[in-house]
C-alpha cells in the first residue's frame, strides 16, 4: 500500500477539512449513541414513574434525561448536516486534487508511454479510479475512525454502569468490526480484482465502440459487437451479484450479531438489576445504547470491500502514471536562440522494443530560413524525425542539435515554442472553427484568424458557412472533408507565428489550384520561416530549396528539388 500513501502529500492543504469531517462524523456517532442510551433511561422512567405513582414520580428526575435527548436530538441533526456538508465537499476536492495529480504524470507520458495503452482503458483509470480513491476518506476511513471512537466510547459508558455487558459489546466490536469485515474482505479481494479488469476492458471496448460505430456497420459486425457488449456485461454482473452477496452475509451476520448481544445485555442488565446492581431505568438504557453502537458497525463490510477496490485502483493508476518518461526532462532546461539550425550527426535510432533502425548514421543539417522537402517511400521514416526532434523517443547513437545546443537539454514545450506541425495523423477537437484555432494561438485576434485561413485557402469556405468561424467541425473534425481539416491544422500552425513550420502532407488530397495556391500564400505569409515539408508530392517541390530523400535510414540530397 506504498503506492496509496504515496499520494497523501496531495492531501496537502485540505488536512484540516479531512480532520474535521472526522471530527462530525464521530460527534454524530455519539449524538446518535447518547439519544438513544438516554431514551431508553427516560422511557422507562417514566413508564416506571406513571405505574408506581407520586412517589416514584418525585424520586425519577425527569427533566435531566429529556434535557438531554433533546441536546443530543439537535447535536445529531447539526452535526450529521455539517458532517456531509464537509466530508462530501472535501472528498470531491480530493478526486480533483487526484485527477490533476494524474493529468500531471500522464502528460509528459505522452505520445511514447502511452502509445500501448487503450484510450478508454485510460479513461477509466482517469475517471473511476481517482473517483473510488477519492471515496477512501467518505467510505473506508472515516467508517473506521468513528466506529472505532464510538465503540470505545460506548464501552467505557457502558463499563461504568455493567461490566458484563461492556463484556458482551467487547466481544460483538470485534466480531463485527474486525472479523467480519476483514474475512469477507478478503474472500471479495479476488473478484474485485475480475471486476476492475473487467470494467477496465470494457470501458477500453466501449470506448472504441462509441468512436467507430459507422465503421461497425460498413464493416458489418455491428451485431457482433452487441453481442460482446452484453456478454461483457453479464460477466461483470455476475461478478457484482458474487460481491453483493458477500456484502449482504456480512450483513447478515452482523444483524444476528447485534440480536444476540442485545438479548445478552438485556439479559445480564435484568439479572445486575435483580441484584440491585443496576436501577429500572438503567435496564433499557444499556439495551438502547448496545443497540445504538450496532448503528456504527454495520457499514463496515462495506467499508472493508471499497478499502479492496482503492488498493485495486491506486494499483492501476500507478501503473500507469508512475512510468518514467522515455526521454528524461533535463534538470535546468536551456532557451532556444537564433539561428535556429538543425543538425542531425550520424544519428541512429529504432523505436523502442523493435530491432529496425529507422535511422542508421544519419546526417542532415537544415539551416534557418531554408524551405525543404523531405521525400521518402512510405515507412522510410519521415514523421518519426518528427518525434525525434520533439524528444518523444531516444536516439541510441550520435547527436542532434537544435540552435546549436544539444537537444536533450531542452524540455518539449520549449521546442514546441519555436517548432510548429501540422502533423499527418492530427486531432481535431469537437468545437467550432474558431476554437480549434485558439487552442493553438489564445491571444490570436480575430484579423489574426481570417489572415491564417486566408493563407490556406480556408476563408471562401468559412464566408459561406451560415455561421462563420462558429461552425461546428464535429467529432475529430468529421463535418470537414479531409483536406479542409488538414487545412484547419495548418492554420493552427501559422498562427503559432514559430521560426520552424514542418508540415507532413501539407496539399494531400487538394486540387492543383488549391495546392497552387497554398503553398504561394504560404511562403508569402510566412517568407523567414523555416520550413520542413514532408510530402509524396511533386508538385510541392518547385516551391523548396531542396530536397532530401530519406531511404534505408539515410538522407541524401534528391535531385526532384531541382526540376
Ligand atoms: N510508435 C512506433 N513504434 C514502433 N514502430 C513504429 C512506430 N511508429 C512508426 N513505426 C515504424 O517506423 C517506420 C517509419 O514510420 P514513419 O511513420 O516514420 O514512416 P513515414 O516515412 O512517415 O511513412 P508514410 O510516408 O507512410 O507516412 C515504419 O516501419 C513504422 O512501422
Not at 274 to 292: C, D, F, I, R, T
Not at 402 to 426: K, P
Not at 489 to 504: E, G, H, V
Not at 506 to 527: C, F, I, Q, V
Request: glycine share 8%.
Amino acid at each position: 500500500m506504498r503506492q496509496f500513501y504515496s499520494l497523501l502529500p496531495i492531501t496537502g492543504a485540505m488536512r484540516w477539512r479531512l480532520a474535521l469531517g472526522l471530527f462530525l462524523a464521530c460527534v454524530a456517532a455519539l449524538a446518535n449513541f447518547g439519544l438513544l442510551f438516554l431514551s431508553g433511561w427516560l422511557l422507562a422512567g417514566a413508564a416506571f414513574a406513571g405505574a408506581a405513582g407520586m412517589a416514584a414520580q418525585q424520586a425519577f428526575n425527569m427533566m435531566l434525561p429529556a434535557a438531554g435527548v433533546r441536546f443530543f436530538a439537535t447535536l445529531r441533526i447539526l452535526s450529521r448536516y455539517a458532517e456531509r456538508l464537509v466530508t462530501h465537499d472535501t472528498a470531491l476536492q480530493l478526486i480533483g486534487a487526484l485527477r490533476a495529480w494524474t493529468y500531471g504524470k500522464l502528460a509528459p507520458l505522452a505520445p511514447a508511454g502511452v502509445n500501448d495503452k487503450r484510450g478508454g482503458d485510460l479513461l477509466s483509470r482517469f475517471v473511476t479510479d481517482t473517483d473510488q480513491m477519492g471515496q477512501y476518506y467518505t467510505d473506508t476511513l472515516l467508517p473506521f475512525v468513528r466506529a472505532g471512537v464510538c465503540c470505545a466510547v460506548a464501552i467505557g459508558i457502558t463499563a461504568v454502569f455493567l461490566k458484563t455487558a461492556a463484556v458482551w459489546l467487547i466481544a460483538a466490536s470485534l466480531v463485527c468490526g474486525v472479523a467480519v469485515p476483514f474475512v469477507t474482505g478478503r474472500l471479495s479481494d479476488a473478484l474485485l480484482a475480475r471486476v476492475a479488469t473487467e470494467h477496465g476492458v470494457q470501458q477500453a471496448d466501449l470506448a472504441e465502440t462509441l468512436q467507430s460505430l459507422g465503421d461497425y456497420l460498413t464493416l458489418g459486425a455491428a451485431e457482433r459487437q452487441q453481442e460482446h457488449i452484453l456478454h461483457q456485461q453479464h460477466a461483470l454482473m455476475a461478478a457484482l451479484r458474487k460481491l453483493a452477496a458477500l456484502e449482504g452475509a456480512a450483513r447478515g451476520i452482523i444483524t444476528l450479531c447485534a440480536t444476540g448481544t442485545t438479548l445478552a445485555v438485556l439479559a445480564s442488565s435484568v439479572k445486575a438489576f435483580q441484584n440491585h446492581a443496576l436501577s429500572l431505568p438503567e435496564v433499557p438504557m444499556l439495551v438502547l445504547g448496545s443497540l445504538a453502537t450496532f448503528d456504527v458497525l454495520a457499514p463496515l463490510p462495506a467499508a472493508r470491500q471499497t478499502w479492496g477496490r482503492i488498493r485495486l485502483a491506486t494499483t492501476r493508476l500507478h501503473a500507469a502514471c508512475a512510468v518514467s518518461p522515455l526521454v528524461p526532462t533535463p534538470a535546468i532546461p536551456a532557451q532556444v536562440q537564433p539561428p535556429y539550425n538543425l543538425k542531425l550527426d550520424n544519428v541512429s535510432f529504432r523505436y523502442p522494443e523493435t530491432h529496425q533502425w529507422i535511422l542508421h548514421k544519419a546526417s542532415l543539417s537544415i539551416r534557418q530560413g531554408e524551405r525543404v522537402a523531405l521525400i521518402g517511400p512510405s515507412g522510410s521514416g519521415k514523421s518519426s524525425l518528427i518525434s525525434l526532434l520533439f524528444r518523444f523517443y531516444p536516439y541510441q547513437e550520435g547527436k542532434i542539435s537544435f540552435s546549436g545546443m544539444d537537444l536533450s537539454t531542452f524540455q518539449t514545450e520549449t521546442l514546441a515554442q519555436n517548432i510548429s506541425v501540422a502533423a499527418q495523423n492530427f486531432h481535431l477537437f469537437n468545437g467550432s472553427l474558431r476554437d480549434n484555432l485558439l487552442l493553438a494561438a489564445p491571444h490570436a485576434t480575430e484579423a489574426d484568424l481570417q489572415d491564417a485561413l486566408r493563407v490556406v485557402q480556408l476563408h471562401a469556405f468559412v464566408a459561406q458557412t451560415p455561421q462563420g468561424l462558429d461552425t461546428l467541425i464535429g467529432n475529430d473534425g468529421l463535418k470537414l472533408s479531409g483536406g479542409q481539416a488538414k487545412r484547419l491544422t495548418i492554420a493552427q500552425a501559422l498562427l503559432r507565428k514559430t521560426p520552424w513550420l514542418i508540415l507532413d502532407e501539407p496539399t494531400e488530397g487538394l486540387d492543383a489550384e488549391t495546392e497552387n495556391a497554398l503553398m504561394t500564400s504560404l511562403l508569402k505569409a510566412r517568407p523567414d520561416a523555416t520550413l520542413l515539408c514532408i510530402t509524396h508530392r511533386r508538385t510541392v517541390l518547385p516551391f523548396m530549396d531542396r530536397a532530401i530523400r530519406i531511404e534505408n535510414g539515410a538522407f541524401h540530397p534528391a535531385e526532384e528539388a531541382r526540376a
